[in-house]
Each structure stands twice: as structure tokens, then as C-alpha cells.
């Protein structure tokens, strides 16, 4: 099998050439199955530079992370059309059973200001244990009332280190377009 390689115009320079020079050189071990020794991969000079990137592959991998919709802080959520938030939320509680892990209920809802008795309480209530989150979070607006906001839910699952599932819920909130970023927060990408 021919290999076919390619000139970078400005090698790398600095503790970072090593590196780049290795993988570059294992990924094309890996593809054109052929065999590298460590030390043609010891000096990032004489290793053979593969692939090709254009000043705007180079240019586009600068940029902000924010440009692909990576998770960057993003401002709070409010509803789309000026509804009733808490009503908004509420349509949400059974996306919210199957996005959080059931390991981590009990905690969210002592975060968000259940106590033991009324997270026991509202899983009594409950028909079946899917449904026990659902009467947890309603617990929950009943006792905040007004002030119960899909914000704090959001900011008691970052707390709990439950990430994927914050992000999960806010996509499902504002892909409905029940929901969207506050705009004017510092910082934040609006979406």
C-alpha cells in the first residue's frame, strides 16, 4: 500500500510538536498499517507530517467554543411567549423522571428544599416509580409556589454534578420552544 503524506507549511514548534508529531505519526501507523518505531517519532523534525489543514480548518478550530454550541454558561431560562412559568414547567415533569437519573431524586429534591417527609409523602402518592418524581417535583411547586422556577431545578442538578441531565433538560425545554435563554445576560449565548 503506497502511503501518501503531505507538507505542513509551518511545523509546530515547542513542548507541543512532540506530541502532535506522535499522534500524527500513530494515526497514520493506524491507517496505512505500517510499522513506526519511537524513534521516528522521537524528533517532531524528522517525523513525516500528514494530513492537510487549510488556514480555514485552522482558523475554524480557534474559534470559540461557543461557535459549535458546546456547553458554555447560557443564562437562565424564561418562558418563550411570556406564559406562566410555573404552568410551563409543569408540563415538563414526566420528560424530567426519564432524563434524571432515579439514583439521584431524593437528593435533588432535598437540594431544591423537600424534606425526607414530603419526598416519602409524594412517593406514597405516586402510582408507580416513574411517577414518584413527577409527585415530587409537584411537592415541590405546591410548596414554592410562584417562586418555584426551572432555574433552581437547573442549578440543583449542576450542584448534584448531574451535567448531562442539565443539559438534556434545558435542550428539551427550549427545542419544545416552550422555553428560552434570558437574553442580555453577560455571558451568556442566547439561543
Given at each position: 500500500m503506497d502511503k501518501v503524506?503531505?507538507?505542513?507549511?509551518h511545523p509546530s514548534r515547542g513542548p507541543e510538536?512532540?506530541?502532535n508529531a506522535r499522534n500524527d505519526t500513530l494515526v497514520n501507523r493506524d491507517c496505512l498499517s505500517s510499522p513506526v518505531s519511537?524513534?521516528?517519532v522521537e524528533d517532531p523534525e524528522q517525523v513525516e507530517p500528514t494530513g492537510v489543514q487549510s488556514s480555514g480548518e485552522a482558523d475554524h478550530l480557534?474559534?470559540?467554543?461557543?461557535?459549535?454550541?458546546?456547553r458554555v454558561r447560557r443564562g437562565?431560562?424564561?418562558?418563550a411567549d411570556g406564559e406562566d412559568p410555573t404552568e410551563c414547567l409543569r408540563q415538563f415533569f414526566d420528560d424530567f423522571s426519564t432524563i434524571v437519573p432515579y439514583d439521584a431524586w431524593d437528593k435533588l429534591m432535598r437540594k431544591m428544599g423537600l424534606t425526607q417527609n414530603e419526598i416519602l409523602q409524594s412517593r406514597d402518592r405516586a402510582q408507580n416509580t416513574g411517577d414518584a418524581l413527577y409527585e415530587m417535583l409537584e411537592t415541590?411547586?405546591?410548596?414554592?409556589?410562584?417562586?418555584?422556577?426551572?432555574n433552581d431545578l437547573l442549578d440543583a442538578l449542576a450542584a448534584l454534578g448531574q451535567?448531562?441531565?442539565k443539559e438534556k433538560i434545558e435542550d428539551t425545554l427550549v427545542g419544545s420552544g416552550k422555553f428560552?435563554?434570558?437574553e442580555g445576560e453577560a455571558g451568556a449565548a442566547v439561543s
Open positions: 503524506l503531505f507538507w505542513r507549511p510538536a512532540l506530541d519511537d524513534q521516528e480557534l474559534e470559540p467554543a461557543a461557535a459549535e454550541g458546546s437562565p431560562l424564561v418562558p415541590w411547586v405546591r410548596c414554592k409556589g410562584r417562586e418555584a422556577s426551572v451535567r448531562h441531565a428560552v435563554f434570558k
